[in-house]
């Protein structure tokens, strides 16, 4: 990026002195909010189409104003832009370039307008293109997941509470459970996309504008469903920033907590799952080393989510009504939460598509901790034992168990008809991880109609989505 020596600025009018280069060091955001160019230029076009709609300036004004801003957006995109940062941010980089090439009709296009409602719309399209993408990618990472589920659909795997034995369930409930929390995240990302649509520019400074402007012409133009209602706060809002920076920060909170899932899963004294190798990485010093460092880093990458969602707030909390340069700190804060999700989902979605159960190792580790006792005390319930009173008589036949280091199902007729007369034969069928998922009936359990129909409705909706973007 060109620092050389200063051009004329933009405000230069009422300065006596040209500006400190420690000062331009300082305050230029051109090295990052570059990011914003296609934005930038498409906000300008709606503009100066508009202005000429309006008759503020003339069509031809107009006409070379969009041309010129197609060809420096060309020259962005093929690296090829005389980027400086004297000229501190991407809008006065790019309308000084216009300028420069078409004179007085690149001076009226800030006209009605200011950096202010600018980089707020720019912002605006840059958030709604990302939040596109990241949908795209946690639909994707759903997509994985289901394919995973319906390959392991009869597989039944030990669940845990408190990282102890608690319940056995279908593989497929599990990994179906992961696609409930994407779909959370995408439906608080459609939530937030709401009001990231809506369109500020026209607000210029803070005040609005005397000149005859339309801005329903400029929200129709960009795609925005709405125009902002009030000047002061639409120059300023940023509550959009901070609510996708919350959506993609519990995004990678859903991911982190897989990673540390699938981490305890895919190591040797779990032995649940084999990752898919070309996603894992060696150690430099002990040769048998295979680690999880994808996993690990989507797990370590969300803490800087939560950090930046932390920033913005505070960024907010302080500021006066209406523009204070400090958004200007908001720009680094969001893209890095948007970059930082898509690279975990870039990674996530290939490494859920090659990893396999260890169907063996699950199988042959079933019968330990004692998964079927609240089968059973659910089979005594419904002979009709008070619930306190199935509890105690499992929970003593588990002691048993326990003490001789056997299953509840090596127990003998006597052991368990001696702890409670409801022993019928019928309630010991409830034994066995697989007889304990297969007696499951209530919606949303692991029971295998229930989890059948999940598999469904996700191959419908996922296919549909599938359907609707592409
Ligand atoms: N680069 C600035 C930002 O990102 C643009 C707006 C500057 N406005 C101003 N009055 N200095 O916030």
Not at 55 to 81: D, P, Q
Not at 176 to 201: I, S
Not at 394 to 403: C, P, S
């Amino acid at each position: 990026m060109h620092d050389g020596p200063g051009p004329a600025k933009a405000w230069g009018g009422v300065f006596s002195v040209p500006t400190d280069r420690r000062m331009e060091a300082f305050s230029e955001s051109v090295s990052y909010d570059c990011r914003l160019a296609e934005d930038d230029i498409a906000g300008s076009t709606a503009h100066a189409q508009m202005l000429a709609a309006c008759g503020i300036i003339s069509a031809a004004e107009a006409e070379s104003i969009v041309a010129t801003l197609a060809e420096i957006g060309r020259e962005i995109a093929e690296g090829r832009f005389p980027f400086s940062t004297a000229r501190e941010d991407i809008h006065l980089n790019i309308e000084a370039v216009l300028t420069e090439r078409i004179g007085d009709a690149g001076r009226k296009l800030h006209t009605a307008r200011s950096r202010n409602d600018q980089v707020a719309t720019d912002l605006r399209l840059f958030c709604r293109r990302a939040i596109d993408r990241l949908d795209a990618g946690l639909t994707e990472l759903q997509r994985s997941f289901l394919d995973l589920a319906e390959r392991e659909r009869d597989l039944v795997i030990p669940a845990y509470t408190h990282l102890r034995r608690a319940q056995p369930v279908l593989a497929a409930h599990q990994l179906l459970g992961w696609c409930e929390k994407f779909d959370r995240d995408r439906e608080r990302l459609a939530d937030c996309r709401k009001r990231v649509n809506r369109l500020p520019l026209g607000s210029a400074a803070l005040a609005g504008s005397s000149l005859p402007i339309d801005r329903q012409h400029v929200a129709t133009a960009l795609g925005f469903d709405s125009v902002m209602a009030n000047s002061l706060d639409a120059a300023s809002d940023r509550d959009f920033v901070c609510e996708l920076a919350f959506a993609i920060a519990l995004a990678g909170v859903h991911l982190s907590q897989w990673a540390e899932e699938w981490i305890l899963y895919s190591s040797e004294e779990f032995g649940f799952l084999l990752l898919p190798e070309n996603f894992c990485t060696g150690s430099s010093i002990m040769p048998q080393k295979i680690n999880p460092d994808a996993l690990e880093l989507s797990r370590g990458k969300s803490a800087r989510l939560v950090g930046n969602l932390q920033a913005l707030l505070v960024l907010l909390k302080g500021l006066p009504t209406a523009y204070n340069r400090d958004l200007q700190e908001d720009k680094e804060p969001i893209f890095d939460s948007i970059d930082t999700l898509e690279a975990v989902l870039g990674i996530a979605v290939p490494l859920v598509a090659g990893t396999r159960f260890n169907r063996d190792r699950i199988t042959a580790g079933i019968n330990r901790g004692h998964l079927d006792a609240t089968s059973l005390m659910e089979a005594l319930i419904a002979e009709g034992v008070p619930q306190r009173t199935a509890h105690e008589t499992v929970g003593k036949l588990v002691r048993t168990a326990m003490d001789r280091g056997v299953s509840l199902s090596d127990l003998s007729d006597e052991e368990c008809t001696s702890a409670s007369s409801a022993f019928t034969p019928a309630v010991r069928e409830a034994l066995g991880p697989d007889r304990a998922v297969a007696r499951m009936q209530s919606y949303g359990s692991t029971a295998p109609a229930q989890v059948a129909h999940q598999l469904t409705r996700w191959k419908e909706k996922l296919a549909d989505e599938g359907a609707s973007s592409g």
